[in-house]
């Protein structure tokens, strides 16, 4: 499998707990994969996003690949790690969400998608982690100590939010959801770091 596809199966493996919250929340397309963030972005108006200066400060904010680095990835996981595409994503898809991927040794992939949650008080995030513990049953776990809120989930992945930053971590063709979450954890933690 070529980098490329790699990187975009893992994209589709991350997204996967939000296609569940997407899902339950009602999205118009069953084919347009939703974070919790997604579901904000989803519901904003155009008066809730910021424009100009802000919107670009924002979209600095929740830039995969400055949250999570290629340095960071070889430190956690060992060995060295090159970023897929490139390393300032543009925002794309309906819920402006931001993808970064890296590949290192043995074909391992991580990908970071981040969102900004604009609801008010951070609804989409409480509902979005509402429906994953309703439909994931046990399987959305809380992590402390990481941003504001975090959950593991099945398929080597982590989800938190800082702020209005939503950030998703997974770990492509991870042994073990066991193996992986010191890991997760570790990548989440310095991603949080950065969030300001």
């Not at 999205?27 to 919790?36: A, I, K, M, Q, V």
Request: with cysteine; net charge negative.
């Amino acid at each position: 499998m070529g980098i490329r596809a790699g990187y975009l199966v893992a994209a589709g493996a991350a997204v996967g707990l939000a296609v569940v919250v997407g899902l339950a929340l009602g999205n118009s397309s069953d084919n347009e994969p939703t974070s919790p963030a997604g579901t904000a972005a989803a519901h904003a108006t155009a008066g809730d996003r910021p424009s100009g200066a802000a919107a670009e400060a924002k979209d600095m904010s929740a830039n995969p690949c400055a949250l999570v680095t290629a340095s960071d990835v070889g430190q956690v996981l060992g060995g060295s790690f090159t970023v897929i595409e490139t390393d300032n994503p543009q925002v794309t898809g309906p819920f402006s969400e931001r993808n970064c991927g890296y590949t290192g040794p043995n074909d391992a992939t991580v990908q970071i998608q981040t969102n900004v949650d604009d609801t008010p008080g951070g609804t989409s995030w409480k509902a979005g982690v509402t429906v994953a513990k309703s439909d994931l049953d046990g399987q959305y776990e809380a992590v402390s100590g990481v941003g504001d809120e975090a959950y593991y989930s099945a398929s080597a992945t982590i989800s938190f939010h800082k702020g209005k930053v939503v950030v998703t971590i997974n770990i492509l063709g991870a042994d073990t959801n066991d193996t992986t979450k010191p890991q997760l954890k570790a990548l989440a933690t310095k991603a949080a770091a950065r969030i300001k």
